[in-house]
C-alpha cells in the first residue's frame, strides 16, 4: 500500500470522511477534525509509516497543511520511502 493509502486509511479510522479535494487543509472545518483528531492521526501515522512527529512536522503545518502536502512531507520522511 502506498503512503497516500496509508495515510487516508489512517485519517478515515479516526474519522470517518471523504475529501473532497486534496488540496484541502487537514484543518478545514469541514472535515471536523479536532485537535485530538489531528493528533492522533500523527501519532498513528508515524507508527504505521515509520516518521517521527519533530518541530519540523509542526512548522511544516503552519504553512503547508493541504492532505497533499502532509503525504507529500511523510514520504520524503519515512523510513524506508526516501
Known amino acids: 500500500m502506498d503512503i497516500k493509502s496509508q495515510f487516508l486509511e489512517i485519517v478515515r479510522s479516526v474519522r470517518p470522511i471523504e475529501m473532497e479535494s486534496m488540496d484541502d487543509s487537514m484543518f478545514s472545518t469541514k472535515y471536523r477534525l479536532d485537535a485530538n483528531d489531528i493528533a ?3 501519532l498513528l501515522a508515524s ?3 515509520g516518521f517521527s512527529v519533530t518541530e519540523e512536522l509542526i512548522d511544516f503545518l503552519e504553512e503547508h497543511n493541504s492532505f497533499r502536502d ?3 512531507y511523510i514520504g520524503s520522511h519515512a523510513a524506508g520511502h526516501r
Do not use: L
Request: no cysteine; glycine share 12%; charged share 10%.
Open 40 to 42: 492522533y492521526i500523527f
Open 70 to 72: 502532509v503525504i507529500g
Open 47 to 49: 507508527e504505521q509509516i
